[in-house]
């Protein structure tokens, strides 16, 4: 164990250090900061709800100086065991996303744009509620501006809309009997994968929400 009290004033430096109990935060708190292989099971934290990045990210920088992986995981520690659940929930994705910034092209842009963007790593259910609409959206406007006037009359927007929802989710008989060439069967088949890949994420957060 290595604790180094004065680097600057009002810092703690925990250096290769496991702490197994709690780091109590007085007024006014230290700031803590780790490094080599340093370790905290869990800090004091405060009792408003932290329910957004930026306040997340406050705490963080204001305990720690610092927003990374081992920051964000005695975080969501801290916060588990006080079954604070969003909060853990919210920590575990920054983690990962801290993560991932030190991965190597091309696993970094996958697990920051698909898993974290797209999938929220499992445990946010805005970004694929969010991706899932973007991709109707966008599906309703290339079928308004390509889809022959027989299946969208004049780039009609509710005919598109309809037409793209039903492609994403799966709903109704599939495509019209207009557009049954390989080519389009084959976009309808890619976009209800996609969406009912979207859909089983998004079912299985708000299970797991309601199931802890």
Do not use: H
Not at 28 to 41: C, D, K
Not at 185 to 198: P, Q, R
């Amino acid at each position: 164990m290595s604790v180094t009290l004065a680097t600057q004033p009002g810092e703690v430096v925990l250096r290769d250090t496991d702490v197994d109990g709690q780091v109590v935060l007085p007024e006014p708190a230290p700031l803590y900061r780790m490094t080599g292989t340093t370790t905290i099971a869990r800090i004091d934290l405060p009792g408003a709800a932290l329910r957004t990045t930026r306040r997340m990210d406050e705490l963080a920088v204001r305990t720690f100086g610092e927003t990374t992986a081992a920051v964000y995981r005695v975080m969501r520690s801290s916060f588990g065991t006080r079954q604070r659940l969003f909060e853990e929930d919210l920590c575990y994705f920054l983690q990962r996303t801290a993560e991932s910034k030190e991965l190597r092209p091309p696993a970094r842009w996958v697990a920051l744009y698909i898993y974290g963007a797209v999938f929220g790593w499992g445990v946010r259910i805005l970004p694929p509620v969010r991706a899932l609409a973007s991709g109707i959206g966008l599906t309703a406007v290339a079928l308004g501006l390509m889809a022959p006037p027989s299946v969208v009359p004049d780039g009609d927007p509710g005919s598109a809309l309809t037409l793209a929802g039903a492609l994403w989710l799966n709903v109704g008989t599939g495509l019209p009997s207009r557009l049954s060439s390989a080519s389009w069967s084959a976009v309808a088949v890619a976009l209800t994968s996609l969406g009912l890949l979207l859909l089983t994420v998004i079912v299985g957060i708000t299970i797991r929400r309601l199931v802890r």
